[in-house]
């Protein structure tokens, strides 16, 4: 088991920034990819961006240029940069992990965070 929790999210204005965490405890063997998802209020699930332990990364089409994803190892820890936040972007943060490569979908990541809400405001 991997124990995951998010924290860094908040109410910010559009077009201010904010850096989620995701930090990880127990078998972190099992996050070789960790990804972001999101959750709107009365929507899905969605994909934002993933990482594996050698640092490739995947990210949705919706979020690219805007969000940055890294990972420490030494810190069993990963960082999502949100930039130029919009008010579209308002959802729960969720990180996820599994243990081998990059996915893109929820069922295929077994550990999950709590989530982390964004607010952003116009």
């Known amino acids: 088991q991997v124990q995951l929790v998010e924290s860094g999210g908040g109410l910010v204005q559009a077009g201010g920034s904010l850096r989620l965490s995701c930090a990880a405890s127990?078998?972190?063997?099992?996050?070789?990819?960790v990804g972001w998802f999101r959750q709107a209020p009365g929507k899905e699930h969605e994909f934002v961006a993933a990482?594996?332990?050698?640092?490739?990364?995947n990210y949705a089409d919706s979020v690219k240029g805007q969000f940055t994803i890294s990972r420490d190892n030494a810190k069993n820890t990963v960082f999502l940069q949100m930039n130029t936040l919009k008010r579209e972007d308002t959802a729960v943060y969720y990180c996820?992990?599994?243990?081998?490569?990059?996915?893109?979908?929820?069922?295929?990541?077994?550990?999950w965070g709590q989530g982390t809400q964004v607010t952003v405001s116009s």
């Open positions: 996820a992990a599994r243990g081998g490569p990059i996915k893109t979908m929820t069922d295929e990541y077994p550990y």
């Open positions: 127990g078998r972190t063997d099992s996050m070789y990819a």
């Open positions: 990482i594996d332990w050698n640092s490739r990364m």
